[in-house]
């Protein structure tokens, strides 16, 4: 190297560190984010923080730690230690008086740090992830740093790696070989796809030897359908989807549609900020879409309790709750669960902005009722399509666009309803099992205020198998008060403990204002202690119109029967109309009936506040979620996926982005993806999840060396590539795919492969697991049907999540009862069966069949050793069937009357248990 080039670069260096002193050398200020907020999340706030304030004092926000304490003076002097009663406490000589109380004292280096920081003045610092991220510079890759690159050959593939390298460096590590090109290929396939590759991708891959190889099969994999599949599976557990209710009875529920557009809105790559204003207020979008109503499905999934006896209101609110906690785990990662009954105990969020949040849902349609209204119903028959058509277009040409689309909507959800729960003042009557209105002969209950104005007809949905007619009086004021109408119920075959009805509409004069009705049920046949009806709910509408009119009759008519059609019914969010409208309060300690202020939707102070044309419901929440002035949203979005490609997020607590949560090990980094996604990406996560895969980073060599796994055994540093077991659903899946028994059928209706018996004795239920026929026994595991009470075994045990709550991160265990699974479960049996019979099929010898499977199956040559202990389990499992043919016909499931049998049972035995071994390998199990 010649001399002026070295003195070139020793000059730069010596600038470099010149000025990185100059700016860092002389800053000794306290960082109280990093410094300062940790140690009194550790040793102060669990007395002195949100839930307690002993002494007065709280060290939560600023004003109330600079505040007067219950000694009438500030424990915290800025400027001024010394005399600060918060420092003096901390090395008081006396037990009784030295703080933490009862407890170790704190190190001399965090009370140096402590009173170091209130000399400076005491100043709050926001939290890092309360924080909007800026772009950060990536190092090493400026012009000077690239000097550098003359004597050593580049190892960044892109950004990423820049980061990494940088933290390795520092770190005293060096980043892994690149892995072999068939157990890339397999991790690339399962990351992207949720999928090994198939045969033909395997071998395509190895004989390309194109620069571009790698690229082009991660850009087939992100336009494979399969992409939107394997996604969808991490949305499922965040959004608690489900195939039924929860609670004691766990019912039916008719919600799959929301699956499917969750697989349909990944493979299209929808910008994330859209994904999230879909389901969150896609109702409320302008002129939403039957899909965009599906989406909000996403907050239908909450739980819903059918048990007898129950308060509809009460698990109303529970809801609420639900979809509070839901959105801020989710989409921010924020613990806000526990602002419910007091201000957050470490991040500066306060009780009321809980229910501020609260009150972007308080006002939808849904109130814990068993039919899960509202619904989107969907006309499936053609005779109702074609009525529907012809009505909207009678109404559209003669009333006009309004009155066309008010109809229509209605028709569309039957909404708003008055439920029988509204009621009060039962003479004589009560609430069939706390859920639809059963009143005696003679007796009567009260409607309270309801809005009458521009009503003049009623729809009823009730039923009466009582024989004979009831008659309905409808009074204004009292029970005294004047007669509105008289309706006759008659006698239906629908009704009673069902959500069947039979609909009728009756004409009401003209009212105005509310009204209080009290109605009056009659029917002298009935016995004494027998309702006269069953109703399940009623429903004030505006007059039809047309009333003049020649076709005005059948025109009502066709109406009436597309109110009792057969629908689909997806459950959906709605907001109330006006007059239904309801007030959100602070509940104190978090107790639903204790209600204290009335407020307003917002967000907590901390992050700002909404948008400025942000409307204060649902749309605009979804709007200042998807804003770029929003600090978690896109951070928590690329934590997610970074910890599904990676293994383990920037973030580990993918759930807890607050001051409770781990550090980002790379937080340029996160910022980084973070900006880029925003803004470069434009939220498209198939651009983000390309530059991840992309990386050099990504493209390590799995193997740990025992220095590596001492230092770094989580991989945070990532020295080495991902290695960590599958979820449930790809192991299974992957089972099915490389046996050849794997359906490519997507979307519809839940499915139910095999199950044990027994499994589904719930009580008060007859629901009951019947196996799906054909190849919808052998659909990807996304399509199982998934009971809350009683998920799908096999994925419990590989910690699935039962999905009553929102799961933002699985935790992995490894457990006897997964080897138990994958060994004995007739699913992986049959598997291994099917496996058997495709190595059959391969010509040559065992070594030829075994060798073939295993790369196909693992992604990589097999070894001789393992060549070898495969060949002893074959040849002694043969020698042992061939001694005992049932017992492999045993295996095989084969019936003596079989007449459809293997030409060698022994041979075909003795290689699925080959086959189950080769399924239940570590490497088989794990992403290498």
């Known amino acids: 190297m010649n001399t002026n080039k070295l003195l070139f670069i020793s000059g730069i ?27 009194l999340n550790k040793h102060c706030i669990s007395c002195h923080g949100g839930v307690k304030k002993q002494g007065g004092f709280s060290l939560l926000f600023r004003e109330e730690a600079l ?23 901390l090395t008081h000589k006396d037990p009784e008086e030295r703080m933490p109380l009862k407890k170790e004292p704190l190190k001399k280096e965090e009370i140096e740090i402590l009173t170091k920081w209130v000399n400076q003045g005491a100043n709050w610092g926001e939290h890092w992830a309360f924080v909007k991220p800026e772009m950060p510079q990536v190092p090493n890759k400026s012009f000077f740093a690239g000097l550098f690159n003359w004597f050593s050959q580049k190892w960044e593939k892109n950004d990423i790696d820049y980061f990494i390298k940088h933290k390795l460096d520092e770190e ?11 157990i890339l290929l397999r991790r690339v396939c399962l990351d992207l796809t949720g999928l090994p590759p198939t045969e033909k991708q395997l071998q395509s891959f190895l004989n390309d030897n194109s620069e571009n190889a790698y690229e082009k099969v991660v850009d087939s994999l992100l336009d494979s359908p399969q992409y939107g599949e394997r996604w969808a599976g991490m949305w499922l557990d965040m959004a608690r989807y489900s195939d039924t209710k929860g609670y004691e009875k766990d019912e039916a529920r008719n919600i799959w549609q929301y699956r499917d557009y969750v697989i349909k809105a990944f493979n299209k790559d929808i910008p994330y900020n859209q994904f999230i204003k879909e389901q969150l207020a896609g109702d409320l979008l302008k002129n939403p879409s039957e899909e965009q109503y599906i989406a909000t499905a996403f907050h239908r999934n909450t739980v819903n309790n059918d048990e007898g006896g129950t308060d509809d209101e009460e698990f109303r609110n529970a809801s609420m709750v639900d979809r509070v906690n839901t959105t801020w785990e989710m989409f921010q990662g924020t613990t806000m669960a526990c602002v419910q009954c007091h201000s957050h105990p470490y991040d500066p969020i306060r009780h009321e902005d809980y229910y501020k949040s609260m009150a972007f849902f308080y006002n939808t349609r849904d109130e814990d009722i068993p039919d899960d209204s509202p619904y989107l119903r969907q006309f499936n028959q053609p005779e109702d399509k074609a009525k529907l058509t012809q009505l909207k277009s ?100 629908k009704g009673g403990w069902t959500n069947s009805w039979d609909y009728q509409l009756y004409d009401l004069p003209a009212m105005s204002g509310r009204q209080d009705w009290y109605l009056v049920f009659k029917n002298a046949k009935v016995k004494p202690d027998q309702s006269t009806c069953v109703i399940g709910s009623f429903t004030l509408l505006p007059e039809f119109p047309g009333k003049d009119r020649a076709d005005f009759s059948q025109r009502k008519k066709d109406f009436l029967a597309l109110i009792s059609a057969s629908t689909e019914n997806t459950p959906v969010m709605l907001d109330s109309p006006k007059e239904f409208t309801r007030q959100t309060h602070v509940w104190e300690r978090g107790n639903w009936l204790a209600k204290t202020q009335v407020v307003e939707p917002d967000v907590p102070a901390i992050f700002g506040g909404l948008p400025k044309n942000a409307p204060k419901n649902r749309l605009g929440l979804a709007m200042w979620l998807g804003s770029e002035e929003n600090p978690l949203t896109a951070r928590v979005a690329v934590n997610r996926f970074w910890e599904q490609i990676f293994g383990i997020g920037l973030v580990e607590t993918l759930e807890d982005f607050g001051t ?33 895969v ?71 239920s007859s629901m009951a697991w019947k196996t799906s026929e054909k190849d919808d026994q052998y659909r990807r595991a996304l399509y199982t049907y998934w009971r809350r009470s009683t998920p799908y075994p096999s994925m419990i045990t590989f910690d699935g999540a039962n999905r009553d709550i929102c799961l933002a991160r699985r935790i992995r265990t490894n457990t006897p009862l997964q080897a138990l699974v994958t060994l004995n479960d007739p699913v992986y049996l049959e598997c291994a069966k099917h496996l058997a019979q495709k190595m059959d099929l391969i010509q040559g010898s065992f070594d030829s069949q075994i060798s073939n499977t295993y790369q196909f199956a693992i992604g990589k040559p097999i070894s001789e050793r393992k060549l070898a202990v495969f060949k002893k389990l074959y040849t002694n499992s043969l020698q042992a069937y061939r001694k005992n043919k049932s017992e492999a016909e045993k295996l095989l499931n084969i019936c003596p009357d079989d007449n459809i049998k293997p030409k060698n049972i022994p041979d075909l035995a003795a290689k699925t248990l080959v086959a189950s071994t080769l399924l239940n390998l570590d490497e088989f199990i794990m992403k290498e």
């Open 172 to 182: 005293g590590l060096s980043p892994s070989k690149q892995a072999e090109k068939s």
């Open 694 to 764: 992309m990386s050099a980073t990504y493209q390590q060599d799995s193997k740990a060396t025992p220095d590596l796994l001492e230092k770094d055994p989580m991989n945070r540093l990532l020295a080495r590539g991902p290695r960590v077991r599958l979820s449930a659903e790809q192991i299974r899946d992957q089972a099915l795919l490389v046996s050849g028994l794997l359906s490519p059928k997507m979307y519809g209706k839940s499915v139910m492969p095999y199950q044990p018996d027994g499994i589904w004795n719930s009580p008060y």
């Open 13 to 39: 260096i010596l600038i470099g560190g010149y000025s990185v002193y100059s700016f860092w050398g002389g800053n000794n200020t306290v960082d109280y984010s990093t410094e300062v907020k940790p140690i």
């Open 67 to 89: 505040g007067k304490t219950e000694s009438g003076k500030p424990a915290i002097i800025p400027g001024d230690a010394k005399h600060s009663e918060f420092i003096i406490r």
């Open 660 to 692: 409770q949560g781990f550090t980002p090990m790379h937080p340029a980094l996160l910022d980084y993806l973070a900006v880029k996604f925003m803004t470069e990406y434009e939220w498209k996560p198939k651009r983000l999840l390309k530059e991840m």
């Open 394 to 493: 009678w109404l559209k040409s003669n009333f006009g666009t309004a009155k066309e689309q008010e109809l229509s909507h209605y028709l569309t959800f039957l909404e708003p309803k008055i439920h029988p729960h509204a009621g009060d003042q039962f003479i004589n009557g009560a609430l069939a099992d706390n859920k639809y209105l059963g009143v005696r002969n003679g007796g009567s209950v009260r409607f309270k205020a309801l809005p009458v104005e521009g009503k003049r007809q009623l729809l009823v949905a009730y039923g009466n198998k009582t024989g004979s007619p009831t008659f309905m009086e409808i009074h204004l004021g009292s029970l005294t008060g004047k007669l509105l109408t008289t309706i006759k119920l008659d006698t239906t075959q």
